[in-house]
């Protein structure tokens, strides 16, 4: 480990993490704007954004490969370059076409930045403050989501309109792509290409020197990794319980102000208020979450945050407690959801080879955008179909899938003799 690099790594993961979140959401905030402006239907506008998250599933594994097999600073670099390109195409889009065009662009580079970050983070954090690195980099992610409804609304009131709030953020995503690629040059190659070196077996194995050869090597690292995973269910188990844990996520942040707003009562901008500050809440727990995680061991934070999700989701879906407390429950919802992911995402860590870290959290993200398509609309048919109680039960429900599995998770880590606890770092390192 190269634990002396580890805060640069850290920081700069980070300051990545801030600015791809904030091209993940950055149409969010100009559907009104960009329809106005280029005379589409909401609808269509809303697809933009579809297509965003259709590239970042798409190029998920692809990135995973990369990653691992040559570099996870090149990635790093190569996903803000990407995602900027995209920001600054959108920016000056004259038809929808072109916007379409752009988006998908844009979700690409975004679709590179989980499978740099969770090696460049594995490789580089020593195992007393693994989960607090990823508590970082997970409150850095819970910024750059609120970024684009800062910029693009002020763009708006300035004059600037939708287009000046994507090129300001163009302009910071190009400045800061830049800092990273000067600064990644100060990351030992033991941490910016380890999955690399794993692959060669610790050995600089000469470049395939024709496309024949390429590809040989490409399917001999895809049919290893197929049956790593079949040899080892535990990513599959951890990729299934980041599955659950969106599905619920997705299903409080949703949904949580038409819980506070139809079910208790609540004014419908004192209910948008609370939902907004669960951001907050939720980003000061991940940090604590990290601290903990690293001190009593991520397992015991698995149990913690799913046990109280089931419990406050089934209070809260009964709409009939007084609503100070009911807003104190929702609020305190974000903190369950929260205080595991350094958690997980430690677990994910420990129970990857080094040759293939880039590739599980791919495979876990993945998972997580496809629980973001289907959990919204699956819900919002039971708030339809039934009442806004019973969805929230729904979303406890979720929570006790995500425990069974958190049990699932402990077993099969027991039996390869994790614990639930990191492995000493020398064995960390000669296994990748």
């Not at 600037?160 to 800092?179: E, P, V």
């Not at 000469?206 to 790593?228: I, K, M, N």
């Not at 109680?389 to 880590?413: C, D, E, Q, Y």
């Amino acid at each position: 480990m190269e634990g002396h690099k580890a805060p640069l790594v850290v920081g700069l993961v980070s300051g990545s993490h801030v600015i791809n979140h904030s091209y993940l959401l950055l149409f969010a905030p100009a559907f009104a704007p960009i329809r106005a402006d280029l005379g589409v239907s909401l609808a269509a506008v809303g697809g933009v954004l579809g297509v965003v998250n259709l590239a970042i599933t798409a190029g998920q594994l692809p990135f995973g490969y990369v990653s691992d097999a040559y570099s996870h600073t090149g990635v790093l670099v190569g996903s803000l370059a990407l995602g900027t390109v995209g920001c600054l195409l959108a920016a000056v889009a004259p038809t929808y076409e072109w916007l379409l065009v752009a988006a998908a662009v844009m979700g690409l580079g975004v679709a590179g930045h989980h499978p740099a970050h969770y090696p460049l983070i594995s490789a580089a954090a020593g195992d007393a403050y693994r989960s607090r690195a990823y508590s970082v980099h997970g409150f850095a992610g819970a910024i750059g989501l609120g970024v684009p409804f800062a910029v693009v609304p002020a763009s708006v009131a300035l004059g600037g309109g939708w287009r000046g709030g994507f090129l300001a953020m163009a302009a910071l995503g190009g400045a800061y792509t830049a800092t990273t690629a000067v600064l990644v040059r100060r990351v030992p190659a033991s941490v910016a290409k380890a999955g690399a070196r794993a692959n060669r077996g610790g050995a600089d194995r000469p470049a395939a020197t024709d496309a024949a050869e390429w590809l040989e090597r490409a399917a001999g690292r895809v049919g290893r990794y197929g049956r790593t995973l079949v040899a080892t269910p535990l990513v599959p188990l951890l990729t299934a319980l980041w599955f659950a844990n969106s599905v619920a996520v997705w299903g409080v942040r949703s949904y949580a102000a038409t819980l506070l707003d139809v079910g208790y009562g609540l004014d419908p901008g004192a209910a948008s208020a609370v939902a907004s500050a669960m951001f907050v809440v939720g980003a000061f727990v991940l940090l604590g979450g990290g601290y903990l995680a690293d001190r009593i061991g991520p397992m015991s934070m698995l149990f913690v945050g799913y046990g109280s999700l089931v419990v406050l989701g089934v209070a809260a879906s009964s709409e009939v407690l007084p609503f100070v407390i009911a807003v104190g429950v929702v609020l305190t919802l974000a903190a369950t959801i929260d205080v595991s992911r350094p958690a997980r995402a430690t677990l994910t860590d420990l129970a990857s080879e080094r040759s293939d870290v880039g590739k599980n959290f791919a495979l876990i993200t993945i998972g997580v955008s496809i629980a973001g398509t289907v959990a919204p609309p699956v819900f919002g048919y039971v708030i339809e179909a039934t009442r806004v109680g019973v969805a929230f039960l729904g979303i406890a429900a979720t929570a006790a899938v995500a425990l069974a599995l958190s049990v699932a998770v402990g077993r099969a880590n027991a039996r390869v003799g994790a614990g639930g606890e990191p492995e000493p770092e020398t064995e960390r390192s000669e296994a990748g």
